[in-house]
């Protein structure tokens, strides 16, 4: 096959097979006869070097731990779990997400993670296994549940259900929704969202749900042997909207 020509490229220099760069034939300084001698120009100046710190919004899982079987038909978590968590989540500028790998996820009533309260609601929303669920009954009364919840780093919760649980019937019904965490024991800590639920009929299981395993695995295996026997109890997975975050 015939070499191809070498092309020049915009700096000066010149591009030959396979993509290497060839010193350029320039202003040569001769007598007559003489031959060339051609003039090197200077080296380029280096590109910026691409920071890790360069504020992007990246979203990566990281696990955390004890879960409890509650009574009440969900999944019922002790916050007091250990594991990796929400200190080195703030320290990375990375939220927890539900899929298992990282990408970037935007938020319209999460708080600006600059801000204090923004701060604090996304380190509940990290480290927290249990979040109170509130919906309303058929006869108008609030019912609260504590459950397990998995945030996606944006504007949703996913909490995986027992299919008797009296709140599938009552978000059915009702989907408007409220959730808070517990405070600091003091009257402070306060994080109340509202929100919509919705069942999910066509949605992956505990089994299928990396996210969910990498946060709850070794509690799932310790109380219930894996996560097929897990699922085969909490089967019915609830995605809750949030549309807004108050507290103080």
Do not use: C
Request: hydrophobic share 35%; net charge negative.
């Amino acid at each position: 096959m015939a070499a191809q020509p070498a092309s020049a490229a915009p700096n000066g220099t010149a591009t030959g097979t396979g993509g290497r760069s060839v010193p350029p034939a320039v202003a040569t300084s001769r007598s007559a006869g003489a031959p060339e001698a051609p003039v090197v120009p200077a080296p380029a100046e280096p590109g910026p070097v691409p920071s890790a710190s360069n504020g992007s919004d990246w979203r990566a899982d990281h696990p955390v731990a004890s879960l409890v079987a509650s009574d009440a038909g969900g999944a019922l978590f002790n916050p007091s779990g250990h594991g990796q968590g929400g200190e080195h989540d703030r320290q990375m500028g990375f939220d927890r997400v539900a899929s298992g790998h990282a990408r970037p996820v935007t938020s319209e009533v999460i708080p600006d993670r600059a801000t204090a309260f923004g701060e604090r609601v996304r380190r509940r929303l990290t480290d927290e296994m249990t979040i109170w669920l509130t919906t309303v009954g058929r006869d108008g009364v609030p019912q609260p549940n504590p459950v397990g919840f998995l945030w996606d780093g944006g504007d949703s919760l996913l909490t995986y259900n027992q299919a008797k649980a009296k709140r599938l019937a009552n978000i059915r019904r009702q989907p408007l929704v409220s959730l808070h965490f517990d405070s600091d024991g003091g009257g402070g800590d306060i994080v109340v969202f509202t929100g919509t639920a919705e069942t999910l009929d066509d949605y992956p299981a505990v089994p299928d749900n990396s996210a969910w395993l990498e946060k709850y695995i070794e509690e799932i295996d310790a109380r219930f042997g894996d996560a097929v026997k897990f699922a085969e109890t909490y089967s019915v997975p609830v995605r809750i909207h949030l549309t807004r975050v108050r507290g103080f």
